[in-house]
């Protein structure tokens, strides 16, 4: 039941890539309890916007499975889908939230969810 892998792109330059790359993601995959693949261009220095690189794949318990550094190249790794059942398992966030205590709005005025 929901998703199991987020993908998305990014182009941290080299102030807040060094700081918040890694840490974004691998907030991302403990708090939804699901992986993480990220993709980031190849550092350019004589470029006008310097990127960070550093693409990633982060497992649901928010370890790096795999990363690579800034220059080009590709990550190829396996994707084992049953360790997200165990996480949720382990740690069941999904059954401990607290909707008596709160109520999610739409913003667009369409209702509560």
């Known amino acids: 039941v929901g ?3 987020l993908c998305y792109p990014g182009a941290f330059n080299m102030t807040t890539g060094p700081l918040h790359w890694e840490l974004l993601q691998r907030a991302r995959a403990a708090d939804n309890q699901l992986f993480v693949a990220t993709c980031a261009p190849a550092r350019d220095t004589s470029s006008s916007y310097v990127a960070w690189g550093h693409s990633t794949l982060v497992g649901p318990f928010g370890e790096v499975i795999a990363t ?3 220059d080009e190249a590709t990550i190829i790794a396996e994707i084992d889908y ?4 165990q996480r ?3 740690l069941p966030l999904r ?3 607290r909707g008596d205590l709160y109520q999610l709005v739409d913003v667009q005025g369409s209702g509560s969810k």
Not at 82 to 85: K, R, V
């Open 82 to 85: 049953s360790l997200i059942e």
């Open 95 to 97: 059954h401990q939230r």
């Open 68 to 70: 690579i550094e800034h």
């Open 88 to 90: 949720r398992q382990f």
């Open 3 to 5: 998703a199991h892998l």
